[in-house]
């Protein structure tokens, strides 16, 4: 059964700078894709960027610049800068093995979620 732990959020303040954490488990194979989703209370689950299996990134880009996606084989990482009251909420990762498609930014475009981890700015 695949599994999807994040780790690394917490409470901080306005400018502050966190590193999420994301390690699959369950499958011998890699996934073609892992990426994190952020979700403000009340609001739907938006995509933040995306790391594909041959290295390659993907961002929503509005959020280029001060977000960074990285992975090293089964784990993916996010590095948020300059964090702000807006990046308030929970950052949630996923994943998918299968290959074929280029679309990134969905929730239908990954098929294994955690549970989540929380991350409250403060200004």
């Known amino acids: 059964q695949v599994q999807l732990e994040e780790s690394g959020g917490g409470s901080v303040q306005a400018g502050d700078s966190l590193r999420l954490s994301c390690a699959a488990s369950?499958?011998?194979?890699?996934?073609?894709?892992m990426g994190w989703f952020h979700q403000r209370v009340g609001q739907e689950r938006k995509f933040v960027a995306g790391a594909w299996v041959d290295g390659s990134t993907d961002y929503e880009e509005t959020l280029k610049g001060r977000f960074t996606v990285s992975r090293v084989h089964n784990t993916v990482y996010l590095q948020i800068n300059d964090l702000q009251p807006a990046d308030t909420g929970v950052y949630f990762c996923?994943?998918?093995?299968?290959?074929?498609?280029?679309?990134?930014?969905?929730?239908?475009?990954?098929?294994?979620w955690g549970h989540g981890t929380q991350v409250f700015v403060s200004s």
């Open positions: 369950g499958r011998s194979d890699t996934p073609s894709l």
């Open positions: 996923a994943e998918r093995y299968w290959l074929g498609s280029s679309s990134f930014s969905t929730l239908n475009d990954y098929n294994h």
